[in-house]
């Protein structure tokens, strides 16, 4: 990597936000700074104190079969009860700015929490104690077109809708972008604020406690020592990806032009075929009208 190169890629660094990929990862593989923030983060989006959690980044977990798809999931989150009769909660926490995988995002958190239960009860254990799913992704696009700050799916019984269908899971899809309902509290506001700076994370949008603590973990994990030679390492890697992936590209469009003109070639030869084996048959047919 040239001089030229590694200012970009330091200029990239400083530059980048909580929900790019990167620093999203090294704030979570930090183990004290990546538990204050999950502990910011749902404490926010749960509208309630989350304390007692323990978390996992960069968790895999693997398909049910050799051939089955595996899933990274970038945080995942146990709560245990304060309470004595309260069920333990597990949360997937997802950051996601590509916006072309909007349309699978439904039956993308459908695969990603059918994988994660298959982890969750043991031989034996009845289903009850299942624990609670609740997957978060925090998306820089907007999932259904709505324009809303947070949008919660779960399972509901359509045919009768007043019936409770308390299956555990529940799907909390966050806009950073979306706007607040007009009847928004302190809560929504808070929430509001915690998105952006995540979409944004610079001083400016530091607006209250929470994104000001964010911003110092922010800050602390982009000064770490050799964090700046780590993220040149990766930047080269998705360079050389996206260098990879172009060839690759490239190699598949000149085959696939080849084979049109291998096409073209043979359906102009079939043609002058057909031409001599029309002019072939019309001799012929001259010929045994001569005969007679």
Known sequence: MNVTEQGKAMKALEDMNLIDDFLFGEVMADEECGLEACRIILSCVLK????????????????????????????????????????????????????????????????YGGLIDTQLLNTGIDYEKLPDLVSIFILSYDPFGENALYYEAGTVVKTHPNVEYDDGVKRIFLYVKGKLPEDAGDDERRLQNLLRYINDSKDENVTDDNTDKLNNIVRHTKNKPGMGIKYMKSWER???????????????????????????????????LQSELDAAKAELARLKNNRV
């Open 48 to 111: 309630r104190e989350v304390r007692n959690i323990t978390f996992t980044a960069q968790k895999s977990v693997p398909g049910v079969s050799e051939t089955s798809h595996g899933i990274r999931m970038d945080v995942y989150v146990t709560e245990e009860p304060d309470q004595t009769g309260e069920s333990i909660r597990v949360y997937d926490v997802e950051p996601d700015k590509l916006s072309d995988r909007r349309e699978s995002l439904p039956r993308r958190s459908r695969y």
């Open 238 to 272: 998705d360079r050389e990806l996206i260098r990879e992936e172009r060839r690759r590209t490239e190699e598949e469009k000149q085959r696939a032009e080849k084979a049109v003109q291998r096409a073209e070639e043979a359906e102009h030869r079939a043609e002058e």
